[in-house]
């Protein structure tokens, strides 16, 4: 009597190959979602790295405004045009570098980017009379100006870090963006 196998040498390693290449991609399907997911995180780090960037580079070039419009404002002559220039040159790489910031502003941090908002506002409706103020000579400017000045100065340079600091602080699996 010729009893055939229950399972053939063929059949076995055909069975067992299976299983490996099935073992082998659900390996594979993990390590994707993995990477998937480490890509993401990246990319949420690169976008915060700019906006980081942004943020520094708008405190910066306002608080050279700031520094610069404070010295004339203070000071007995009418601005000078280098002074101009580098005032011009200066507000002009903060409006850019706060566009950019509140344009990229995630959700979750909206409150401190109205808070910005509403400082930049204030700042940017000063600065027409402290134009017009630094282009007179010293008697005839309005002495209140430099202390408001200095004081809205303050309270955007203020909002632009609070905003850094919370689209910054939390990296982690719990991203709320």
Not at 52 to 60: F, K, L, R, T
Not at 71 to 85: C, E, P, Q, T, W
């Amino acid at each position: 009597m010729n009893k055939k196998p229950v399972m053939t040498l063929r059949f076995f390693l055909a069975l067992f190959s299976a299983v490996l290449v099935c073992v082998a991609l659900a390996y594979a399907v993990e390590d994707f979602w993995r990477n998937r997911a480490l890509v993401q995180k990246v990319a949420i780090l690169a976008e915060r790295k700019r906006l980081a960037d942004d943020c520094v580079q708008s405190v910066a070039g306002f608080a050279f405004e700031r520094g610069r419009v404070n010295i004339v404002l203070r000071g007995a002559a009418a601005i000078a045009a280098d002074n101009r220039s580098f005032i011009d040159a200066q507000r002009e790489r903060a409006d850019r570098h706060i566009e950019r910031v509140l344009a990229a502003t995630p959700n979750s941090a909206e409150v401190k980017a109205q808070d910005v908002r509403r400082a930049w506002s204030s700042v940017q409706s000063l600065r027409a009379e402290v134009d017009r103020d630094m282009a007179l000579p010293a008697p005839q400017r309005d002495p209140s100006l430099p202390p408001r000045w200095m004081d809205l100065s303050d309270d955007l340079i203020d909002r632009l870090e609070y905003l850094l600091v919370a689209t910054t602080e939390k990296l982690g699996d719990g991203d709320p963006y």
